[in-house]
């Protein structure tokens, strides 16, 4: 029987390759160069990290990826709130 409290949660497989880790809120239209640490990058190199990891002095470490190849929901778990 459901309640008013059911919530619910995705289970994922993400593949993070080689990610950028920043303790700060930043958005980034894309991952950031290697180089400068910009997405908006001018540097000649032109290589990229492939996903970001924001793990601040928050209670929780988020991961985003830009490729939506690079991530799977395996389950969704529903779960009661008291």
């Not at 994922?12 to 080689?18: A, H, M, P, Q, S």
């Not at 000649?44 to 929901?73: A, H, K, L």
């Amino acid at each position: 029987m459901r309640s008013l409290t059911d919530r619910k949660m995705l289970l994922v497989r993400t593949c993070l390759g080689e990610p950028f880790v920043t303790s700060s809120a930043k958005s980034y239209a894309r991952p950031p160069c290697t180089s400068c640490q910009e997405d908006k990058c001018h540097c000649s190199n032109n290589q990229f990290y492939d996903s970001v990891i924001g793990d601040g002095s928050w209670n929780f470490r988020e991961c985003i990826v830009y490729n939506m190849t690079d991530v799977y929901p395996e389950y969704i778990v529903t779960y009661n709130r008291v």
